[in-house]
């Protein structure tokens, strides 16, 4: 049920293989108002199969269905590419003209894009020195929805443009590049679907505008999804180092699942209500759980001392969000293994949202920081 009469509004619809979540926003004098919200939960044992025509359209079909149970007002959507299915990296080239710095990071760009340059959109922004000032923007920059040639993909130029200081004798380069056939499936998705895409994003820009804003504090943010955990350094609200890795909610279900001998759905509720709790009857859940999240702490490690090396500014805090998140205690677990302030993120704090709403939206707020992220790109 919307929330609000119908106004000029942007979908934000964040799709992966287990669900779609569909957030409306409008702009209420330059801050972002929830109109209204929508998922769909795939069941817990579903099995997708990403390339598959018949998987398309049955996504377009819940992507339409969730928009209908919404009665969204929009048919204009942003969407993200998938974090595992985008190369980011930051090169440092020297000071050059305009037309020699296009040449020099396309060059740059074969030599770190583990796939073909000619398969890929590419797109490159010049990194501030000093601490950036946004100019909001929020426009298209004249590309054309739906057109593949012309569709930006990335955060960066929609976030705002970024004023810069060129370093004397170098310039870093934010470079991003993402696949032309995905590119081109998401805009079938959302043709099947009925809805105009506007712009495809990223996921790391897209939690940096929901979770961070304009902060300019550096802070490593991991996205515990149902499949996959990401994980995100960022700086000044730019991403300097991205990672992820194929272990998610669904990976600690199974692993109480076997050791419980209880069915899928048991284990999902076994895993949110005692979560990293000790001293429980179900102890063994803490110990299982602790197990599975073990890789996720080596990678997020290994980020941190990688990130470390660079030389740049130490985090400051971590910031948690994914479903899995909000397993219970898993903040404070994970403080006192990395010796850091860790938050769970409030994706909703730069949102205007009806008071009597709010223990329904803080419930399932973590789910929706990319989908929010996304529909506040034309916003904020």
Same mark, same amino acid.
């Given at each position: 049920?919307? $929330?609000?009469?119908?106004?000029?509004?942007?979908?934000?619809?964040?799709? *992966?293989?287990?669900?779609?979540?569909?957030?409306e926003?409008k702009?209420?004098?330059?801050?972002?108002r929830?109109?209204?919200?929508?998922?769909f939960?795939?069941?817990?044992d579903?099995q997708s199969?990403d *390339?598959?025509? +018949?998987?398309l359209?049955?996504?377009a079909?819940?992507i339409r269905?969730?928009?209908?149970?919404?009665k969204?007002?929009? #048919?204009?959507?942003?969407?993200?590419?998938p974090a595992?299915?985008?190369?980011?990296?930051?090169?440092?080239?020297?000071e050059?003209?305009?037309?020699?710095?296009?040449a020099?990071?396309?060059?740059?760009?074969?030599k770190?894009? =583990?796939l073909?340059?000619?398969?890929?959109?590419?797109?490159w922004?010049i990194?501030?020195?000093?601490a =950036?000032?946004?100019?909001?923007?929020?426009?298209?920059?004249?590309?054309?929805?739906n057109?593949?040639e012309k569709?930006s %993909?990335?955060?960066?130029? %929609?976030f705002?443009?970024? &004023?810069?200081?060129k370093q004397?004798? @170098?310039?870093?380069?934010?470079?991003?590049?993402?696949p032309?056939?995905?590119?081109?499936r998401?805009?079938?998705?959302?043709?099947?679907?009925?809805l /105009?895409?506007l712009? $495809?994003?990223?996921?790391?820009?897209?939690?940096?505008?929901s $979770?961070?804003g304009?902060?300019p504090?550096?802070?490593?943010?991991?996205d515990? *999804?149902f499949?996959v /955990?990401?994980?995100m350094i960022?700086? @000044?609200? &730019?991403?300097?180092l991205? #990672?992820?890795?194929?272990v998610?909610?669904l990976?600690?279900?199974?692993?109480i699942? /076997?050791?419980?001998?209880?069915?899928?759905? #048991?284990?999902?509720?076994?895993?949110y209500?005692?979560?990293m709790? +000790?001293?429980?009857?179900?102890?063994?859940?803490?110990?299982?759980?602790v197990?599975?999240?073990?890789? &996720?702490?080596?990678?997020?490690?290994?980020?941190?001392?990688l990130y470390?090396?660079?030389?740049?500014?130490?985090?400051?805090r971590?910031?948690l969000?994914?479903?899995s998140s909000?397993l219970?205690?898993?903040?404070?677990?994970?403080g006192?293994?990395? +010796?850091?302030?860790v938050?769970?993120? *409030?994706?909703?704090?730069?949102?205007?949202?009806?008071?009597?709403?709010k223990?329904?939206?803080?419930?399932?707020g973590? #789910? %929706?920081?990319?989908?929010?992220?996304l529909?506040?790109?034309?916003i904020s």
């Amino acid at each position: 049920m919307a $929330l609000f009469s119908a106004a000029t509004s942007y979908l934000g619809v964040d799709v *992966d293989s287990h669900s779609v979540k569909i957030v409306e926003l409008k702009n209420d004098r330059g801050r972002p108002r929830l109109l209204t919200y929508g998922y769909f939960d795939h069941p817990l044992d579903y099995q997708s199969k990403d *390339d598959s025509e +018949q998987d398309l359209r049955m996504t377009a079909g819940l992507i339409r269905e969730t928009v209908r149970k919404a009665k969204v007002g929009s #048919r204009v959507a942003i969407s993200a590419l998938p974090a595992f299915s985008v190369f980011s990296s930051v090169i440092t080239l020297p000071e050059l003209s305009a037309k020699e710095l296009a040449a020099a990071v396309r060059w740059e760009a074969k030599k770190v894009i =583990p796939l073909p340059i000619d398969e890929m959109n590419l797109h490159w922004d010049i990194l501030p020195t000093d601490a =950036p000032v946004a100019v909001a923007d929020g426009k298209a920059s004249g590309h054309t929805p739906n057109d593949p040639e012309k569709l930006s %993909f990335n955060g960066m130029r %929609f976030f705002g443009k970024m &004023v810069h200081r060129k370093q004397a004798g @170098n310039t870093r380069v934010l470079l991003t590049a993402a696949p032309k056939a995905l590119v081109r499936r998401y805009l079938t998705l959302f043709r099947e679907a009925g809805l /105009t895409l506007l712009a $495809l994003d990223t996921e790391s820009f897209s939690l940096v505008r929901s $979770l961070i804003g304009s902060d300019p504090a550096t802070v490593m943010l991991v996205d515990m *999804d149902f499949t996959v /955990t990401n994980i995100m350094i960022a700086q @000044n609200g &730019v991403p300097y180092l991205n #990672r992820s890795i194929n272990v998610g909610g669904l990976t600690i279900t199974r692993g109480i699942a /076997t050791a419980l001998n209880v069915s899928l759905d #048991r284990a999902e509720q076994l895993k949110y209500d005692i979560g990293m709790q +000790q001293g429980t009857a179900a102890g063994s859940i803490p110990t299982t759980i602790v197990q599975a999240l073990a890789p &996720v702490v080596d990678e997020i490690r290994y980020s941190l001392n990688l990130y470390r090396s660079q030389g740049r500014p130490p985090i400051e805090r971590v910031i948690l969000t994914g479903g899995s998140s909000l397993l219970a205690n898993l903040p404070q677990y994970l403080g006192n293994l990395l +010796q850091l302030r860790v938050f769970l993120g *409030d994706p909703w704090a730069r949102v205007i949202c009806p008071e009597e709403l709010k223990p329904a939206l803080d419930e399932i707020g973590p #789910r %929706f920081s990319v989908a929010i992220g996304l529909g506040m790109k034309e916003i904020s």
